[in-house]
């Protein structure tokens, strides 16, 4: 007789360990966001789903923003009510608009964290001038993205 | 009692799913109790077995190349395969040659899928807080990945540690992670009859569902090949569980066994807990071993209750023992005393009687508890001999 596959796709273990990331994630950010508003610019926001929902989970409102400038015009009208800012570094042909973003609160004097949430080369050589920029970054993988908000927020 | 010891992921020798680069991938179920530098056997399960039944490649796998978090299962298992106390099995073919009855199995089970939904959740929550033990240990694992790549490369190290975090970190380091998205799904979906009933969560919860429940009748349909008990992961206990009672079952035996050891060794008596290969090994080679194996059945029947009144009751028979023991003894000296007085034979030969007596009235005195005896035995040795809080 024909053996057939059994229609299953995703391995049991992956599932266990996924779930137990998850659960680590979820403990590393404890209560530090409850209430916190934060700005997330990205112009693939669908990227992050996880880590946003972990975040509203734990009671953050996270708005999104597709561009920089999309992100400069918001913090402009209210930047007193945000209280973290994560941007991704590329957005479509410029590579380095999470840089832009940071300069832009630097002229502005907006006191604000900030994190660069990419895994680009990019973003990896522009280590030295985001930190110069007094943002963290670039942060890699949700877990490190979550750990990073805990300790900002 | 003979004993099947589950192969996680064994599932996928019927299917095109492989995990074979998880290090949990073939291994056996660990302790959920305990997590120390590395994970811990089972040894509340061990002791109660006089032959444990493997699957063959998967033994294979975790005493040749074991990742550094299964090292000390592994030197177990190595020991017992000295003794002589593993049978290994080919599960796969096993597998193979049932693989109609598991697709009709698993048809079943999938038609009505809230039957699953606590199963699920209370298995996901053993499960999280297991990882939650030993996520430190997942941790130093990554570490050492991190240094052991920086000092040599691709080293052997650095390979193995690299499937760990692969596996276990597959969230952390990807977000798109299909089993990320599924889980969190899922996590939605069970915490919500409404949700359930949405494809976008309903879904997900299938495919979770599905594997979970792959794996588990696998173990079933091995059990019932090789016609013994079985022992598994502890956050699959809730699916085993909601098996069982569909056949009339409260509760797999193996499994009350197990959890009796655990509560003697937790609860009654901590100190007498065997926690280490050289200690399974004294047990499992001393005859008295049947008197503990007879206790945990009397436990599991309810005829002892495994909490504080029981290890003060026994400790207060085993002390009368040892006075009436002691007693024995000085009677015998007084008894044996004239034979002291033969010249040149006299102090050996008595001696020798006082002895030779004694063991055995001691032996006869001490009846009762001789589980205890050996486990304090057993203890005292394992700590140099150091004195033990039952004394």
């Not at chain 2, 290090?23 to 109790?33: D, E, L, N, T």
């Not at chain 2, 002791?47 to 444990?52: A, H, P």
């Not at chain 2, 026994?314 to 006075?323: K, N, P």
Request: net charge negative.
């Amino acid at each position: 007789m024909k053996r057939r596959d059994h229609p299953q796709h995703t391995a049991l273990s992956a599932i266990r360990e996924a779930a137990a990331a998850l659960a680590d994630m979820r403990r590393t950010l404890g209560g530090s966001s409850a209430g916190k508003c934060v700005l997330w610019v990205d112009d693939h926001p669908g990227n992050n789903d996880i880590p946003r929902r972990l975040l509203e989970d734990a009671g953050a409102s996270v708005e999104l923003a597709l561009s920089t400038a999309e992100a400069i015009s918001r913090l402009e009208g209210r930047a007193g009510r945000v209280d973290l800012v994560i941007s991704d570094m590329g957005q479509g042909e410029n590579s380095i608009a999470g840089i832009e973003l940071l300069r832009f609160l630097h002229r502005a004097g907006m006191c604000l964290p900030v994190i660069i949430y990419s895994d680009s080369p990019k973003a990896q050589e522009r280590r030295g001038e985001i930190e110069n920029l007094g943002a963290v970054g670039p942060v890699l993988g949700p877990k490190n993205l979550i750990a990073a908000v805990s300790r900002l927020l | 009692m003979r004993l099947m010891v589950t192969s996680f992921g064994i599932e996928q020798a019927l299917s095109s799913t492989s995990d074979g680069d998880s290090i949990f991938h073939g291994m056996p179920p660990v302790s959920f109790r305990s997590v120390n530098e590395a994970f811990m056997p089972d040894f509340e399960l061990l002791v109660l077995c006089d032959q444990i039944v493997m699957d063959g490649s998967s033994f294979d796998r975790l005493v040749d190349s074991p990742a550094r978090a299964y090292s000390g299962v592994a030197d177990t298992f190595r020991a017992l395969r000295d003794e002589g106390r593993i049978e290994l099995v080919d599960f796969p073919h096993l597998l193979r040659s049932n693989a109609d009855l598991l697709e009709k199995m698993l048809d079943h089970d999938m038609r009505t899928l809230d039957q699953w939904v606590v199963p699920l959740r209370e298995s996901l929550t053993m499960w999280r807080h297991f990882a939650g033990m030993s996520m430190a240990l997942w941790r130093d694992e990554r570490q050492e990945l991190h240094g052991a790549s920086a000092d040599h490369g691709a080293g052997e190290a650095a390979m193995r540690s690299h499937a760990l975090v692969h596996e276990i970190a597959h969230l952390m380091h990807r977000a798109h992670g299909e089993a990320s998205y599924l889980t969190f799904a899922v996590e939605e979906a069970l915490d919500s009859a409404e949700k359930r009933k949405r494809r976008e969560y309903r879904q997900p919860l299938r495919e979770v569902l599905r594997a979970y429940l792959a794996y588990v009748n696998a173990n079933l349909v091995l059990s019932n090949e090789l016609n013994i008990g079985f022992h598994d992961w502890l956050d699959f206990t809730p699916f085993y569980s909601m098996k069982f009672l569909s056949v009339g079952k409260r509760e797999d035996p193996a499994r009350e066994g197990r959890d009796q050891v655990e509560k003697l060794f937790t609860v009654a008596f901590p100190d007498l807990a065997i926690g280490d290969t050289s200690a399974l090994l004294k047990a499992l080679n001393d005859r008295r071993i049947i008197d503990l194996r007879q206790l945990i059945s009397d436990a599991v029947l309810g005829k002892v209750e495994f909490d504080e009144g029981f290890a003060a009751s026994v400790l207060a028979e085993v002390l009368r023992s040892e006075r009436r023991a002691g007693r024995a003894r000085r009677v015998l000296g007084y008894l044996t005393l004239p034979i002291g007085f033969i010249p040149w034979i006299g102090t050996p030969a008595q001696k020798v009687i006082e002895e030779a007596v004694g063991t055995s009235m001691e032996g006869k005195i001490k009846r009762e508890h001789q589980w205890f005896y050996m486990l304090s035995e057993i203890a005292d040795s394992s700590t140099g001999g150091q004195g033990r809080t039952d004394s």
